[in-house]
């Protein structure tokens, strides 16, 4: 994102409409969607004057680009708190998906808004999983030196894959209406069996 498309508040008051702006974009680009939501309807939501809307971005890309990198900077923080003081890459990935999961039971917009992009642009679509995957990546390559992970495994493609996993598995509790932290747990346990032993019996 540009520079000159967000500008960040200065005051207290400034935070206050800022917050209700980010609040009331999340929501409509959530549910209505990206391309249906107007700038009218957001300044309506949050109940701001026009001018205000103008103060901090540019258009709505740069608020829907603002949520966008939000939740990636979310969704990463709270795997990185889960694995702090995880010792092996079999408690890493646990760790990591179970937080993955856990956070879009709480926030289950952030599918809607992640997977907008895609229709927004297919280019920040791009980015936004292809940038994971890097940081998968890098994060994979010290396990293969020190054994953990099998060096045989292109580390791009198992990102992917294990992307794919959490999003997927993901949907499977978000679909779910009473899912608890108890089936988070299963699901993962059920990921982990697939990770560790695969699904394929071998003669």
Request: glycine share 4%; proline share 2%.
């Amino acid at each position: 994102m540009k520079s000159s498309e967000i500008r960040l508040p200065k005051t207290k008051v400034g935070l206050k409409s800022f917050k209700k702006i980010i609040k009331a974009g999340k929501l409509l680009y959530g549910k209505a969607g990206y391309n249906s939501t107007s700038i009218n309807d957001i300044i309506s939501k949050a109940k701001v004057a026009a001018g205000t809307f103008y103060i901090y971005f540019d258009s709505k890309l740069a608020l829907y680009l603002y949520l966008l990198d939000e939740y990636r900077h979310n969704i990463r923080r709270s795997a990185n708190e889960a694995t702090q003081n995880c010792k092996t890459r079999v408690e890493m990935e646990r760790a990591g998906l179970k937080a993955f999961i856990m956070y879009v039971m709480k926030d289950p917009l952030a599918y809607k808004l992640i997977w907008e992009s895609l229709f927004v642009d297919p280019n920040i679509f791009k980015e936004y999983y292809t940038s994971f995957a890097l940081s998968y990546v890098n994060h994979l390559k010290p396990f293969v030196e020190s054994g953990e992970v099998r060096d045989d495994i292109d580390l791009e493609t198992a990102s992917y894959v294990l992307m794919g996993i959490s999003n997927f598995v993901g949907l499977q509790i978000v679909f779910n209406d009473n899912a608890t932290e108890k089936d988070v747990d299963y699901v993962v346990d059920e990921c982990m069996k697939l990770l560790q032993d695969g699904l394929f019996k071998t003669n």
